[in-house]
């Protein structure tokens, strides 16, 4: 049970950052959709498509290769969402071990058939070309 129960914390570790940025309710949807898009292709098993759909900053991280076995070992054992409730959305222009930029730190508490309740955070990150794309994913047990 506890192999699924680790966190990813492939990209970076998603701690309290120092500079928030304010959004309207534009961006906190086009943020929103973008993270659920990309946890669909998760959620349907498509790990390499999530990775190529990424960020520049993540696949500069973490090889298609390494996302996949990562993933794949923390999600499975979860087994099939059940349910995805958007928790919050934090916007910053600072995080750990990442360059300066636009961030949205987006958390969903997210029911898996084999589990208690998750605390899933998605980080994506305004891209150049005006896009947000995920830079960051970490899963935990919700406290």
């Given at each position: 049970?506890?192999?699924?129960?680790?966190?990813?914390?492939?990209v970076m570790a998603l701690v309290p950052c120092m500079?928030?940025?304010f959004a309207d309710v534009g961006d906190v949807?086009?943020?929103?959709d973008a993270a659920l898009q990309w946890l669909a292709l998760v959620d349907a098993g498509k790990y390499g498509e999530s990775w190529d759909?990424?960020?520049g900053f993540f696949k500069e991280k973490v090889t298609k290769e390494q996302w996949q076995e990562a993933i794949s070992g923390v999600r499975v054992p979860l087994g099939k969402v059940e349910s995805r409730q958007f928790k919050l959305v934090e916007f910053k222009s600072e995080l750990p071990q990442a360059p300066k930029g636009t961030?949205?730190?987006?958390?969903?508490?997210?029911k898996f058939a084999n589990s208690a309740p998750m605390i899933e955070t998605i980080t994506p990150m305004l891209e150049k070309d005006g896009t947000w794309k995920v830079s960051g994913y970490?899963?935990?047990p919700e406290e």
């Open positions: 049970m506890k192999t699924y129960v680790r966190a990813i914390a492939l500079a928030m940025t949807k086009a943020v929103n759909q990424a960020s961030y949205a730190v987006t958390q969903y508490r997210t970490y899963i935990k």
